[in-house]
């Protein structure tokens, strides 16, 4: 009888060991997904501010180059407006690397990979009782 006992709570044991490592497993898979998310978001937030310092740059030589030929006063005022607007933009991306920041997510995300595959495989080693 004590037998049987013992034979339950290793079954219930290991019932209740493979809850936990689902639930590690699940925490780790959602720390992945997010870091990968992140890195990209921010990499698509900095190809976004990249394409409005050109554009910016374009429209305040414009605007200077129109000034100085004829354009006048008008001109001189949009290239100054846009020409603020462009510094407040580069200050910004000067105090706030966004490449490197999206670049320690992708590392946080590769080396959760590798645990996110340690317990899968433990996972599929409990299952098949591989591992006492």
């Known amino acids: 009888m004590e037998q049987h006992s013992q034979i339950d709570d290793t079954a ?7 809850g936990q490592l689902r639930e590690c497993y699940g925490r780790v898979v959602y720390s992945h997904k997010t870091h990968e998310k992140c890195a990209d978001i921010l990499l698509c937030r900095q190809r976004r501010i990249r394409i409005w310092q050109i554009v910016l740059s374009a ?21 100054m ?10 200050s910004y991306t000067k105090n706030y690397d966004i490449g490197e920041l999206a670049q320690k997510h992708k ?3 590769n080396d959760l ?17 591989e591992k006492p």
């Open 12 to 18: 219930e044991s290991r019932k209740i060991l493979e």
């Open 59 to 79: 429209i305040t030589t414009a605007g200077f180059i129109g000034a100085v030929f004829g354009a006048g006063k008008i001109g001189a005022v949009i290239g």
């Open 81 to 90: 407006i846009i020409s603020t607007i462009l510094l407040a933009l580069n």
């Open 107 to 109: 590392y946080a995300a």
């Open 113 to 129: 990979w590798i645990i996110r595959e340690k317990y899968l495989a433990l996972l599929v080693d409990l299952a098949m009782r």
